[in-house]
């Protein structure tokens, strides 16, 4: 088993910045690739980005891309969001999940998911 525990979500102005955390436990972490989503009040579960077991290869929902970085540091079985240029729409609940390779981008073919961490953007 893997658990998963998000951090680092906030209050935080338009145009500000926030890091999110994903700290696995367990010695598999590293053969998992990671995704991150997120679901907004009222709206569906959405596919922000991933990263492969290795962090050789990521990809980023257009909404995001350019303003979103993904990245991983195996030797602390943790993978951050830093996120920037945020916007009111950004606001939402953000998970992060383990999948068996890198480019799933539905939640359902994802195997562990963390409890979520709040971020809201205030305009």
């Known amino acids: 088993q893997v658990q998963l525990v998000e951090s680092g979500g906030g209050l935080v102005q338009a145009g500000g910045s926030l890091r999110l955390s994903c700290a696995a436990s367990?010695?598999?972490?590293?053969?998992?690739?990671v995704g991150w989503f997120r679901q907004a009040p009222g709206k569906e579960r959405e596919f922000v980005a991933d990263?492969?077991?290795?962090?050789?290869?990521?990809r980023y929902a257009d909404s995001v891309k350019g303003r979103f970085t993904i990245s991983r540091d195996n030797a602390k079985n943790t993978v951050y969001l830093q996120m920037s240029s945020l916007k009111p729409e950004d606001t939402a609940v953000y998970y992060c999940?383990?999948?068996?390779?890198?480019?799933?981008?539905?939640?359902?073919?994802?195997?562990?998911w963390g409890q979520g961490t709040q971020v809201t953007v205030s305009s």
């Open positions: 990263i492969s077991w290795g962090g050789g290869s990521t």
């Open positions: 999940a383990l999948g068996a390779r890198w480019g799933l981008m539905k939640g359902e073919d994802y195997d562990y």
């Open positions: 367990g010695r598999t972490f590293s053969r998992y690739a």
